[in-house]
């Protein structure tokens, strides 16, 4: 399961970049908003960090708009997956860049119909928002199962990016399942290392090692 951070701040990626398990980032508009930074400054920064897919998004609500904007985003770099929204224009263009050669993220899927239309575009990956499906009380893990089992039927290479990550649960349920990607806060990242026992037991380790007096090093 590759693991994305959804951020848009550049110490936090650095941070989690050098523990070699980031494989790419996520950005959307709240998220350059609340970096305070200028968006195309930021996203050309954080591309040249990662080597993997950097997610931009189009603001633009029609298609010839959206072309526009991913014209400037995805000249930044080969790395970039220019993201659009999952309406009729998005997939439009969504299909025109994909077949391009450029990677699309097709973000705001609330749905498994809506999934199944964004493989049809050929969408690089599919953004499934889990966190907000349960803030409404419906639960966002059942559309990932429906969107793998869609997708494992007709063999979609679309790749299932888990978005709206809240917990670590979430990236266990989402693994469990069998999603290609998850996005999360660099936060939620970071407790996936965390465990009390492991904790533990290095300090009784390091005690009793303490007592023998010996150095490895
Ligand atoms: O990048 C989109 C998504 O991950 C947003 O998450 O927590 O704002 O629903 P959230």
């Known amino acids: 399961m590759k693991f994305f951070a959804d951020t848009a701040e550049i110490a936090d990626i650095r941070e989690?970049?050098?523990?070699?398990?980031?494989d790419g980032v996520t950005t959307n508009p709240s998220l350059v908003k609340k970096s305070g930074r200028d968006f195309l400054e930021v996203?050309?920064?954080?591309?040249?960090?990662?080597?993997?897919?950097?997610?931009?998004?189009?603001?633009a609500l029609?298609?010839?708009?959206?072309?526009?904007?991913?014209?400037?985003?995805r000249k930044i770099a080969d790395n970039i997956a220019v993201k659009v929204p999952l309406t009729p224009?998005?997939?439009?263009?969504?299909?025109?860049?994909?077949?391009?050669?450029?990677?699309?993220?097709?973000?705001?899927?609330?749905?498994?119909?809506?999934?199944?239309?964004?493989a049809k575009a050929g969408a690089s990956f599919i953004s499934p928002f889990v966190?907000?499906?349960?803030?409404?009380?419906?639960?966002?893990?059942?559309?990932?199962?429906?969107?793998?089992?869609?997708?494992?039927?007709?063999d979609f290479a679309t790749e299932i990016l888990v978005a709206s990550v809240r917990s670590p649960i979430h990236v266990l349920e989402a693994a469990k399942i069998g999603a290609d990607v998850m996005t999360a806060p660099p936060a939620v990242i970071w407790q996936?290392?965390?465990?009390?026992?492991?904790?533990?037991?290095?300090?009784?380790?390091?005690?009793?090692?303490?007592?023998?007096?010996?150095?490895?090093?």
């Open 16 to 22: 989690l970049a050098s523990s070699g398990l980031l």
């Open 192 to 217: 996936l290392f965390k465990h009390p026992l492991t904790d533990a037991g290095i300090a009784s380790f390091l005690k009793d090692w303490q007592a023998t007096g010996q150095k490895i090093a």
């Open 89 to 118: 224009d998005g997939l439009k263009t969504c299909k025109k860049l994909s077949g391009d050669g450029t990677m699309v993220n097709v973000t705001l899927c609330f749905s498994a119909n809506q999934a199944l239309l964004a």
């Open 62 to 73: 029609d298609h010839d708009g959206m072309m526009k904007e991913a014209n400037r985003l």
């Open 131 to 154: 966190g907000r499906l349960d803030d409404i009380g419906q639960p966002g893990m059942e559309l990932i199962s429906d969107i793998r089992m869609i997708y494992d039927n007709y």
């Open 43 to 59: 996203v050309t920064e954080i591309a040249k960090l990662v080597k993997g897919p950097v997610s931009a998004e189009v603001v």
